[in-house]
């Protein structure tokens, strides 16, 4: 099987592939205001959360065109507070810096625009910002059937220093479609039911735990969440992508059941993990392309 990862700029690499090239998408986005990857003009930094949501619109507008007709996105992302650090910037004023929980940011510039979006989007000290129904609710706006929300359950979620909540242990995974109609084969991934020779429809809560990996790569989707999707709405020799193929999780078990695989991602660091990734999986069966 083969594996073909485009690097560079998500909005200018995806307009290179061809309308309804692609059977089944499995992706997590950067989520805003998190991390900071080491690019200029990368999604997850926006000034204000609803640049943000504009933008993750308009990559999956383009996702939706190489979708074919019966294909199906499934789409992974989590959520973050309002959280504000009284005292002093770094830059040594005065002030409270507001932001997204764990958000660290080199420099204070931004900050005012963050605090002026967030403030426009009516949230308020403490409050979830709700981003992935944000976001799936856009794109519902924007032409996608929103079929499903999948609940991943995680067992092993990372320790948070809030007293007044209960600690988040889950993501959504939403399932979205062209129309009406589209490929699903429920039979690969059915689960156990009660008697040990029984099972059934598998359900909309998924307990899948995280794991860590030893590349540099800050988050790594579980192997174990891309699975379900990959072998439930595509088949052998089908092509799989993912426009943020960071640690190549979804090319890497997307070649492992017979799938073909295609991805985009900004920085040439992360590639060169995917590909080794990808290459150590099945040595005498995967063949890659960094285009």
């Known amino acids: 099987m083969k594996a073909t990862i485009l690097v560079g700029d998500v909005l200018t690499r995806i ?6 090239t692609v059977q089944c998408v499995v992706t997590s986005p950067p989520y805003w205001g998190l991390r900071d990857y080491g690019h200029d ?15 993750i619109v308009a990559v999956f507008r383009e996702v939706r065109r190489i979708l074919k007709d019966d ?28 932001r997204g929980e764990m958000y660290r940011r080199k420099n204070n510039k931004g900050d005012s625009d963050k605090f002026r979006g967030i403030v426009s989007m009516g949230l308020k000290v403490k409050e979830i910002m709700g981003m992935p129904w944000r976001i799936a609710l856009a794109l519902q706006a924007d ?20 007293m007044d909540r209960c600690t988040k242990a889950h993501e959504y995974l939403f399932m979205l479609t062209k129309s009406p109609n589209y490929y699903f084969n429920g039979e690969p ?34 192997e174990a969440l891309c699975e379900p999707p990959i072998l439930a709405t595509s088949k052998e020799n089908d092509l799989v992508f993912d426009p943020f193929t960071g640690s190549g999780t979804v090319a890497t078990v997307a070649l492992r059941h017979g799938r073909n695989y295609l991805g985009i991602e ?22 890659t392309e960094i285009a």
């Open 189 to 222: 991934i059915r689960e156990p039911a009660v008697g040990p020779d029984e099972n059934r429809i598998k359900r909309s809560v998924w307990t899948i735990p995280t794991k860590p990996f030893k590349g540099a790569h800050f988050a790594v989707m579980p």
């Open 143 to 162: 032409g996608w059937w929103l079929r499903q929300d999948i609940i991943w359950h995680k067992p092993n979620p990372m320790p948070e220093s809030a």
């Open 266 to 287: 900004l920085n040439p660091d992360y590639t060169q993990i995917a590909v080794d990734r990808i290459n150590n999986d099945q040595p005498m069966l995967n063949e």
């Open 71 to 98: 294909g199906v996105l499934w789409l992974n992302l989590g959520d973050s507070y309002v959280h504000t650090q009284p005292g002093r910037n770094r830059n040594g004023t005065g002030g409270q810096i507001v």
């Open 41 to 55: 003009g990368q999604i997850g930094l926006e000034a204000t959360p609803q640049a943000y949501v504009e933008n």
């Open 15 to 20: 307009k290179e592939i061809p309308d309804q």
